[in-house]
């Protein structure tokens, strides 16, 4: 898989301007049901939201919901979960100190 920062690299400032509320997710562990994701592939994808995340041979498999069900597996893509509200408010914290 690409590092985050090589992939941030080849993102068009507007794209980063899109990931502001979103964060790097990395490992399995990381992702919240529930939670809306953003991926990027050879462009920046809209995502959707986390309905389960299963681990198969090829790596985690992402089951998401936009206006359809559709799955990404996670070794495949660069992918951004938005911020929860506590984590944008420690952010913000952070930024003003």
Not at 3 to 11: D, G
Not at 18 to 36: F, K, S, T
Not at 84 to 93: G, W
Request: charged residues 25%; aromatic residues 6%.
């Amino acid at each position: 898989m690409e590092s985050v920062n090589a992939a941030k690299r080849r993102l068009a400032p507007e794209h980063l301007e899109a990931l502001r509320h979103y964060r790097p997710i990395d490992e399995m562990h990381e992702v919240r049901l529930g939670a809306h994701v953003r991926y990027l592939t050879h462009k920046l994808m809209p995502g959707g939201f986390v309905l389960r995340v299963d681990p198969t041979p090829h790596g985690p498999l992402l089951l998401l919901k936009s206006s359809r069900l559709f799955s990404v597996r996670m070794d495949d893509v660069v992918l951004f979960q938005k911020l929860s509200p506590d984590e944008a408010l420690l952010l913000h914290a952070r930024d003003c100190v």
